[in-house]
């Protein structure tokens, strides 16, 4: 059964940095374009960053573009996402998802376009 798992988050002071990796089994993901997504307290989930399955394509949310770096290593079947200059703002559960394409397919910046989702890891940012 294909599974993303996610780890990484905790709580981090404002300015800090995390670094979140998403594990991929069951399947290989590898072909497939992947994306990270947060979910803060009574906001909807938005599109944080996403990557082709090259690695040679990537994009970024407005609100984490210049801190945030998206990242994979097919031959680990993982996905990361590196996390600096952190803001109380961006105090949300991650998650990350991959979109079920052939080769070639960009990311998608809606959760309607991804068919694998992890649980979520949360990532709290005190000021």
């Known amino acids: 059964q294909a599974q993303l798992v996610e780890s990484g988050g905790g709580l981090v002071q404002a300015g800090g940095s995390l670094r979140l990796s998403c594990a991929a089994s069951?399947?290989?993901?590898?072909?497939?374009?992947m994306g990270w997504f947060r979910q803060a307290p009574g906001k909807e989930r938005e599109f944080v960053a996403g990557i082709t399955w090259s690695g040679g394509n990537t994009g970024y949310g407005d609100s984490v573009k210049g801190r945030f770096t998206i990242s994979r290593d097919n031959a680990k079947n993982t996905l990361y996402l590196q996390m600096s200059s952190l803001k109380p703002e961006d105090t949300a559960v991650y998650y990350c998802?991959?979109?079920?394409?052939?080769?070639?397919?960009?990311?998608?910046?809606?959760?309607?376009?991804?068919?694998?989702w992890g649980q979520g890891t949360q990532v709290t940012v005190s000021s």
């Open positions: 069951g399947r290989t993901f590898t072909s497939y374009p």
């Open positions: 998802a991959a979109r079920r394409s052939q080769f070639g397919t960009m990311y998608g910046t809606y959760e309607s376009q991804y068919d694998f």
